[in-house]
């Protein structure tokens, strides 16, 4: 292609600039000519290589996309290539009503902590208030987490210098009116997805995967979120398939499998006697396979507020260490003094489950003494021993509620004080 076409479409459209782009077809043919509402990474100085670091020519065809005069454009991160990034934060407020990051290559993370010398080690790639913005692509997030997990607190507690804060792959801070489509996510440092301050977000056909030994690997974590769905999407990593952290409501799981991992959590909360605000959580439609826990709550005993208004249902389970659990002592130890308050747990459902598990006790539910849950209902439970088990139970502690179908284990809720 002539050198002024290329340099022209990175301008902000015009008419003229439309004209040139009309002739370009012309000339050249539609695939010829780059359009003029896209913005290929390529152009800006982008290289594809594991070696050379292409995050500042990514910044400067984000500059030109957020401050485009076009409606709807889109950064497109072509097939076939590599681009490493160094740590990189993608600002707004942009004058484009929507943004649309395409993605088909593989970004690269850097493979050393040492990249991180200068940034934020709690993060990798972020979209900080951008709203209207589609991430979408067939493409590959790739955080070559191995140097991070190597130096882990968390498996080498007794190493100098040990690592307790890693970097996730890609936040998004305050987004709104956002969605995250069809990327293939893999070992991140730490957590693969986080929403952060994010209202009406919309996470679809994702596949996230780490070793199950990896530390702290979240594949999803919702913090401060509200409006969110969560849909189609397979997750295998060393922890929570989905977190869902305090001051989170409205959010929609739905499709999902888990495997391996610590099941869809909320929690954990009140950590130092925080105030805890988590309501309106519907997950339904989940497969865990081989995971440590399936449906989890999960408190710290000097915490304070509630979590109200949650289903769990459509659950099924393949050899689950703790298919069904609520623990509000979470992070004690044996003879911790018991707080005198908690996070009140109440109006929570748990509906169709079935399948096995990988321990004797298949529905804990381990609740505050000072606080207690109330208002829990089961609902359809079957719950089998596993190949490696003769039987199930149940535990209950301060846990109030009704029983309607469990045929499997025995159901333990006291039922004398539901409200």
Not at 167 to 180: D, G, Q, R
Not at 199 to 226: K, R, V, Y
Not at 250 to 268: A, E, L
């Amino acid at each position: 292609m002539p050198f002024p076409f290329k340099v022209l479409m990175h301008q902000d459209i015009s008419g003229s600039m439309l004209i040139l782009w009309i002739l370009c077809i012309n000339i050249a043919g539609l695939y010829a000519c780059p359009r003029p509402d896209h913005f290929n990474v390529t152009d800006y100085g982008a290289v594809s290589s594991i070696t050379v670091d292409s995050s500042q020519a990514f910044l400067n065809a984000w500059n030109s996309i957020c401050n485009s005069e076009v409606d709807n454009p889109t950064l497109l991160v072509p097939e076939w290539r590599t681009f490493l990034l160094n740590p990189t934060v993608f600002s707004g407020p942009c004058k484009p009503k929507r943004i649309n990051v395409e993605i088909h290559g593989e970004l690269l993370a850097p493979p050393l902590p040492s990249a991180w010398a200068k940034h934020d080690p709690g993060q990798w790639l972020a979209f900080k208030e951008v709203s209207g913005l589609r991430v979408y692509g067939n493409g590959r997030i790739n955080g070559q987490g191995f140097g991070w997990w190597n130096q882990s607190c968390k498996y080498h507690p007794g190493m100098a210098g040990c690592i307790k804060l890693a970097p996730t792959a890609i936040k998004f801070l305050k987004c709104n009116e956002t969605s995250l489509t069809g990327i293939h996510f893999i070992n991140s440092s730490q957590t693969h997805v986080t929403l952060l301050g994010c209202d009406e977000f919309h996470i679809d056909s994702l596949s996230i995967e780490a070793p199950g030994n990896s530390p702290n690997t979240d594949g999803i974590h919702l913090q401060h979120a509200h409006n969110v769905i969560i849909t189609n999407t397979m997750i295998g990593t060393g922890d929570d398939c989905i977190s869902i952290g305090d001051y989170t409501s409205n959010i929609d799981i739905v499709n999902i499998t888990c495997g391996p991992g610590h099941g869809v959590s909320i929690g954990s909360l009140g950590k130092g006697g925080s105030y805890v605000q988590v309501q309106n959580i519907h997950v339904k439609d989940v497969y865990f396979k081989g995971t440590t826990n399936g449906a989890r709550i999960k408190t710290w005993q000097e915490g304070r507020g509630f979590v109200r208004g949650v289903i769990y249902e459509n659950l099924f389970f393949n050899s689950v260490r703790n298919p069904l659990v609520i623990d509000q002592n979470y992070g004690t130890r044996n003879g911790t003094v018991k707080a005198k308050n908690g996070v009140h747990v109440s109006d929570v459902a748990y509906r169709n489950f079935y399948g096995t598990s990988a321990s004797n006790v298949a529905i804990n539910l381990n609740c505050s003494e000072s606080v207690a849950c109330t208002s829990l209902r089961l609902d359809s439970i079957v719950l089998w021993p596993d190949y490696r088990l003769k039987e199930v139970t149940s535990y209950c502690s301060n846990a109030y509620g009704v029983s309607m179908g469990v045929i499997q284990p025995p159901p333990c809720l006291n039922h004398t004080s539901f409200g």
